[in-house]
């Protein structure tokens, strides 16, 4: 069975600075996606950026990329010019490309707080 | 898109009555999902539906747990005879197909007493 491990409970950056958030994931498949979710204090959880583990060119949305290692089974964050809203719960999840496997993975999550 | 819409936001109830909650997905969103997370811990797979057929369960998905989603459109969850175990946010996702990212709910915050 697939496994996403976040291995950093909790993270801080400071405004304006660069974070990276960790994220290791087992599978014996070869195509799947790969995200990262953000889920704000009671607030939802929003889509940051997604992977096709096909693509070997690392996702990009804004201030926030990936750095995607296959073979490494490696998928981190990172998050430049930190900004107050980006505290937050980040989730890395894992999802099976297979047409009828929807069963998306989560870690256990990574708590990231900004500071002013 | 409105956004996948959950109710309630909250629900206290007491050991061993019935609950049962409500997601109504963005339209034209074919797959619909149900998660379970507590406290601490990313969501955990429960369910989800393709149109109204529901295709997956999760083996934490006990026979107290029941999922419709009778017209391919809403889909409720009921818990049987509550347990304090139960208690937990449930999580509602929907998406347009098998390979679209999956959008959530708020979710339904259930405490148990």
């Known amino acids: 069975a697939q496994t996403v491990t976040q291995s950093q409970p909790e993270m801080s950056v400071q405004e304006a600075e660069t974070v990276t958030l960790s994220c290791t994931y087992d599978?014996?498949?070869?195509?799947?996606?790969l995200f990262w979710y953000k889920q704000p204090p009671s607030r939802q959880m929003i889509l940051v950026i997604r992977?096709?583990?096909?693509?070997?060119q690392n996702a990009t949305e804004n201030r926030f990329s990936v750095n995607f290692q296959k073979a490494a089974k490696s998928f981190s964050l990172k998050i430049s010019d930190s900004q107050l809203g980006d505290a937050a719960m980040y989730f890395c999840a894992y999802r099976s490309a297979l047409y009828n496997n929807n069963d998306m993975r989560f870690g256990a999550g990574t708590r990231l707080t900004v500071k002013p | 898109d409105t956004g996948v819409s959950q109710d309630p936001r909250h629900k206290i109830t007491k050991r061993g009555q019935n609950v049962t909650f409500r997601c109504d997905p963005i339209s034209e969103h074919n797959r619909l999902y149900w998660y379970r997370q507590t406290l601490g811990q990313g969501p955990e797979f429960l369910t989800y539906?393709?149109?109204?057929?529901?295709?997956?369960k999760s083996r934490l998905l006990s026979d107290r747990f029941s999922a419709e989603r009778p017209k391919g459109s809403f889909s409720t969850l009921e818990i049987q005879r509550t347990e304090q175990g139960d208690s937990a946010m449930y999580l509602c996702?929907?998406?347009?197909?098998?390979?679209?990212?999956?959008?959530f709910g708020d979710g339904t915050r259930l405490s148990i007493l």
């Open positions: 539906f393709q149109n109204e057929a529901q295709l997956e």
């Open positions: 599978t014996s498949e070869s195509d799947y996606y």
């Open positions: 996702a929907s998406s347009r197909d098998s390979n679209q990212p999956q959008h």
């Open positions: 992977q096709e583990a096909y693509k070997q």
